[in-house]
Structures are given as C-alpha cells and as structure tokens.
C-alpha cells in the first residue's frame, strides 16, 4: 500500500487528482511553482487559484517544485503538467523520479519527436514503471468527487497494474497494456474537439453537429485500427468516452477554442493565453505521424490549416466533409 504520493502540476486536474487519491492514501503532496498556491493550500485547504470553493483534505499539502527531498519521499508521483512541460520537468527531477511508479495524466505528443508523455518520462528516467491514466475526466467533476471513467494504460506488469488501480480506486476503470495508443487517443480527441468545435462555429443544427461528430470519430479509428495493439480500444473510456465528452461539451477547452477560431473572437495568440488548449499543440505531430503510417486525416489537417492561418472555417468546412473518410 502506497503512503505518500507526489503529485507535480498544482493546476486543475493536478488538485483534482491529489483530491481523489487522498481518500485512499496517507498524504498527498502537490507540488506547484506559485509560491500563493503553495500557500493556499497548506493554509486554507484550498487551491484558491483553480478551485476556490473546494475544500481540500486535509492530508492533501503543497511544496514549491524546487523541493527535492519531499519529492524524493515519494513513493508514486502523478505527473500533471501541460504536455509541452513535461520532458522539461521529468528531466529537473530525473534523480528524484527514478525508480517510483509514475503516473501521466497529461494528453500531448511531443514534437518533432512524436513521442508520447510516458515515452518522455521512459527516455529521461529509464523507469520501467510508467503507466498513463486517459478517460472522460474533466477536472473540476473529478475534484467535487462525481462518477469517472478512465483507462489506465500500462504494460502487462501485474503490480503496476494493481498499484495503479488502487491509487485511483474512485474511478471507474478499464486496462490496456497499449499505453502508447491509450495515450494517442488523448491527443487524438483533442485534436477532434477542436475541429467539431470549428463545424459547429458554422453549422448549427443536431444532425450536423452528429453527422461531422460521427466523421471524426471514424477517422480517429481509422488511425488507431492501423496503430494500436489493443484491438479493444475503441470502446474504453480513453478512446469513445473522452472523445464525446470533449468533442460535445463547451467545458471543453480544446472544443471552446475551435468555436472562438470559428467565430473569429481569437486569432493565433491564443497560445500565450497561459489557457491549456493541448489539441492545437498536437495536431501538427498527429498528422506526421499518420503520415509515417500513410493514412491521410483530411479533418486533422482541416484542423490544423485553420489554426495555422492558412484559411478560414467558412471556405474550408464543406471541404473537409467531402475528403473525409
Ligand atoms: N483539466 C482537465 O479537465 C483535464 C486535464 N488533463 C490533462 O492534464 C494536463 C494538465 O492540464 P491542466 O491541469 O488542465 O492544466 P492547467 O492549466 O489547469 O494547470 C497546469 C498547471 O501546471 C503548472 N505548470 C506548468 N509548467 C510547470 C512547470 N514547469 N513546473 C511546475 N508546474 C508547472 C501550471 O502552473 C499550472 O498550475 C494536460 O495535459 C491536460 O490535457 C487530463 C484530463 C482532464
Ligand atoms: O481531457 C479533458 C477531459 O477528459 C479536458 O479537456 P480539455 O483540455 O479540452 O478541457
């Protein structure tokens, strides 16, 4: 049994996790950069930055990332960062983070590389035990303790496996030892929120809306069938689940963001918004990567011509129904 596990990312889904696990652990310990997150808290049980009125348990406490002994007490650490920190951090803490089970929540694909987050954290820490943690998780549901499903994609280790579903035993759980592919699918979603966001920035009504969704969704099965190990993917929380919870839902930020590009209310710049839209980070990765499988992903590209500037949604959403799968 886990006593102690660290957590790094103290935003929404690093203190949505850490209030999860703290019901079936000793302590919880966050670690952030902001020394008032740090404060708040340790003070006042509560993250006043992402959920002021959420009070946090009490074995839930928060040191500044720079302390590497309370990391190296750790026994499992959750990685909770966007994407495009993660190599940067793991590689900061690679001392501390060796030999611990390690968990990434996080839905990106590095680029150029192409590789995915626990193909990060394998690269800089050599750990064999990686597991990613994927599924229809929208943090704040999570922090205020509501139903979730989530794939946990690890390899055929038997304890990994067991300690992992202990850690987030508050979850409904599926399992793949794909975790390469249960990790593609975040970022495949994302991807696919974007652009259904995007379509329905012009077009308004359900069977649009469903006749597009259901476009996208073949082809993001398209790839994973040409991908993925696990030929029962399609129908984990990862994959199915998290994609229509991200692609239908205006929580999303990845679907917000493909409505405000459609609408023409934020250009290019959105990327310094400090906002976490991981889709648009990814989308140019996902289509090389196609492309190194010779599949063609005319709705990724849509999405990814759009938010490169090259053309608007109006002159290029009725194309993309007509090219794609
Ligand atoms: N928010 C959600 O509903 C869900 C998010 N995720 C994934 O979790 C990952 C994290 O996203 P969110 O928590 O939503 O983002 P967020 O923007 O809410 O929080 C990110 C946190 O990481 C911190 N951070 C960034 N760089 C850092 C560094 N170098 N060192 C320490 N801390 C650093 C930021 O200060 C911020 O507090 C993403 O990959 C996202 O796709 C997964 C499921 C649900
Ligand atoms: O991954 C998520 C829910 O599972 C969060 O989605 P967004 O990043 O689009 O907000």
């Given at each position: 049994m886990i006593s102690k596990v660290g957590v790094i990312g103290a935003g929404s889904m690093g203190t949505a996790v850490a209030q999860s696990i703290s019901r079936r652990v000793g302590e919880v310990i966050v670690f952030g950069r902001r020394q008032e997150i740090v404060d708040s808290i340790n003070t006042?049980?509560?993250?006043k930055r992402y959920f002021p009125g959420l009070r946090l348990n009490p074995n839930i406490h928060a040191r500044l990332m720079g302390d590497r002994q309370g990391l190296a007490d750790c026994e499992a650490v959750i990685i909770a960062v966007p994407s495009s920190e993660v190599r940067f951090i793991v590689n900061a803490t690679h001392d501390e983070l060796t030999g611990k089970f390690l968990v990434t929540v996080a839905k990106g694909l590095e680029y150029p590389?192409?590789?995915t987050m626990s193909e990060i954290i394998r690269d800089e820490?050599?750990?064999?035990?990686i597991a990613c943690f994927s599924g229809p998780t929208f943090a704040d549901e999570v922090a205020y303790g509501h139903i979730a499903g989530a794939t946990i994609g690890a390899g055929g280790d038997p304890s990994l496996r067991a300690t992992i579903s202990n850690l987030f035993g508050e979850f409904i759980l599926d399992f793949s030892d794909d975790i390469r592919a249960v990790e593609l699918c975040g970022v495949l979603k994302n991807v696919y929120a974007i652009g259904t966001g995007m379509w329905d920035s012009v077009y308004g009504n359900h069977n649009e809306h469903y006749t597009f969704l259901n476009m996208c969704y073949k082809e993001m099965c398209i790839f994973l069938r040409a991908i993925?190990?696990?030929?029962?993917?399609?129908?984990k929380f990862c994959c199915f689940g998290d994609f229509n919870l991200t692609a239908n839902v205006d929580k999303s930020r990845n679907r917000t963001l493909g409505l405000m590009v459609g609408k023409k209310i934020?250009?290019?710049?959105?990327?310094?918004?400090?906002?976490?839209?991981e889709g648009s980070r990814s989308v140019k990765g996902i289509i090389e990567l196609a492309e190194n499988h010779s599949i063609d992903m005319p709705i990724a590209r849509f999405v990814y011509d759009v938010l490169s500037g090259n053309n608007n949604v109006r002159e290029s959403v009725d194309g993309v129904i007509r090219k794609a799968p």
């Open positions: 006042d049980n509560c993250n590389s192409l590789k820490t050599g750990n064999p035990d993925s190990r696990d030929k029962g993917i399609f129908t934020v250009k290019t710049p959105y990327l310094e918004s400090g906002v976490t839209f």
